[in-house]
């Protein structure tokens, strides 16, 4: 006699359940998870980001003084670009507000690649095996750790035409015949800001390119080795490529702190045009005129420029790595 057993209904559907809905309901249980870790971070973002950048681009489009906040009127866009009788007038046509763009693009691009080439050099030093790395290492983030005031400062002194140390040292290597005004030369001045940055920041550059070189496999150099491929050959061909990564976080760091600089200038050359910054520019019109108003069109400005060449920068660097896979 042949006796079957009823299947359970409940048993036969969780044998059909299909893997991937048990998967897509953990993901979802995960990202609500981290939705929910984030929640208090994005609350006190949102406070101390989010509403001074709101108001900030609200005053834009007022012509609010500091002398008496409370009398601001809308006034739209033309704080950025009005026409009166003919008459252009507003931070896009005013040409110390271009000259100000125009100096920081200079800065950023300037530095940011020469830190870039720099850094490298010294990442693949700090690299190698040799007696006292560690010390050198260490010897190498003393300019980063220190503030930007405090080195800017000592770097005013350093550079002063009258007793700096920069002016007897080369005049005593025979490289000039007279002491220079590093920072009031307009002929010198930006290059001194420039020279003083590089100084400062290499080392966050060699930094995160060192962490990039720590993850290299060493089996690619291993084999390079063998074949007896030469070593300028197997940085452009193996070390480049792998560690391109860390090297554009690198660059998209520095490029962001390059476009909003302003200690280090402010210090340097206070308010002197041949070097001042979109983030000077701001702060004059905020403070040193009043014009709340006009400095804070100003300030929204130089915040899409920062956000621009961040979504550029991104996504470019998303385009290539598509393209190479």
Not at 33 to 59: E, H, K
Not at 218 to 241: M, N, Q, W
Not at 306 to 316: D, E, G, S, W
Request: hydrophobic letters at 55%.
């Amino acid at each position: 006699m042949v006796t079957t057993t009823a299947k359970s209904p409940i048993a036969d559907s969780e044998k059909r359940e299909n893997p991937a809905s048990r998967s897509s309901a953990l993901t979802r249980d995960r990202v609500r998870s981290a939705w929910l870790f984030l929640a208090p971070m994005l609350v006190i973002l949102a406070l101390i980001a989010g509403w001074p950048l709101a108001r900030t681009i609200w005053f834009g489009f007022t012509n609010a003084n500091l002398a008496d906040l409370s009398s601001a009127q809308f006034i739209g866009f033309a704080n950025y670009l009005s026409v009166d009788a003919g008459h252009w007038s507003g931070l896009l046509t005013d040409p110390d507000w271009w000259r100000a763009v125009w100096n920081t693009a200079c800065f950023a691009v300037v530095s940011v690649s020469l830190e870039v080439v720099l850094g490298t050099i010294v990442a693949l030093v700090l690299n190698a095996q040799f007696p006292g790395r560690a010390w050198v290492r260490a010897a190498v983030l003393i300019p980063w750790a220190i503030p930007t005031i405090v080195s800017a400062k000592m770097w005013s002194w350093m550079l002063n035409d009258q007793f700096g140390i920069l002016n007897h040292a080369l005049m005593a290597l025979g490289v000039i015949d007279h002491p220079f005004a590093w920072t009031a030369d307009p002929d010198l001045s930006m290059m001194a800001v420039v020279m003083v940055d590089v100084w400062k920041t290499t080392p966050f550059m060699a930094l995160l390119i060192l962490a990039g070189l720590q993850m290299l496999p060493s089996d690619c150099y291993e084999a390079a080795k063998v074949d007896g491929i030469h070593p300028v050959r197997v940085f452009f061909r193996v070390t480049l490529p792998l560690v391109r990564p860390a090297i554009m976080v690198a660059v998209l760091f520095r490029v962001l702190d390059a476009l909003r600089v302003f200690d280090l200038i402010y210090v340097l050359t206070s308010n002197s045009k041949d070097t001042m910054s979109m983030s000077i520019y701001a702060r004059q019109q905020l403070l040193d005129f009043q014009e709340v108003g006009y400095g804070s069109a100003a300030s929204t400005l130089l915040f899409l420029v920062v956000a621009f060449c961040t979504v550029l920068y991104i996504v470019a660097g998303r385009v290539r790595f598509d393209d190479e896979h």
